[in-house]
């Protein structure tokens, strides 16, 4: 964690994903998390797309490199379902990410690495959900 972002809230940008607003009712035991590999598809990301909960997955823009940018998820919304990888037989592509830009990791192996201990239901109201705290992406 770093203790300058520490606290500090990011505004989620579209595309954000859409769907479930109901709350999770414990941790995931993994999370979807986004590598070095994400491009944003452009603008476009297919991930979003596949993401059942709202608001879990969302734009942030590169300022260095406009209009770039690339997705980010909600660690307090994302269920683990793992739609947004899903690949078919042999790596073919059906749906999800076509970069390889998401993983799903253990999510006690990322609370520890990231000094975060998330919590079981979201921490704010679904009407707050368009803005997350930096240190829960």
């Known amino acids: 964690?770093?203790?300058?972002?520490?606290?500090?809230?990011?505004?989620?940008?579209?595309?954000?994903?859409?769907?479930?607003t109901d709350l999770r009712k414990r941790k995931p035991k993994r999370l979807a998390i986004i590598n070095e590999c994400c491009t944003g598809c452009a603008g476009s990301p297919a991930c979003v797309e596949y993401c059942p909960v709202?608001?879990?997955?969302?734009?942030?823009?590169?300022?260095?490199?406009?209009?770039?940018?690339?997705?980010?998820?909600?660690k307090t919304t994302c269920i683990g379902c793992a739609r947004c990888t899903s690949k078919g037989p042999d790596g073919a592509?059906?749906?999800?990410?076509?970069?390889?830009?998401?993983?799903?990791?253990?999510?006690?192996?990322?609370e520890a690495e990231h000094g975060v201990e998330l919590p079981d239901k979201p921490d704010q109201p679904v009407e707050q959900w368009m803005s997350v705290s930096q240190t829960h992406v």
């Open 54 to 74: 709202e608001a879990c997955m969302f734009w942030i823009p590169d300022e260095d490199h406009a209009p770039f940018g690339r997705i980010e998820i909600d």
């Open 93 to 110: 592509f059906l749906e999800g990410c076509p970069w390889d830009a998401i993983e799903m990791v253990d999510t006690a192996q990322w």
């Open 1 to 20: 964690m770093n203790p300058s972002t520490e606290g500090q809230l990011i505004v989620k940008q579209q595309p954000v994903s859409q769907g479930r």
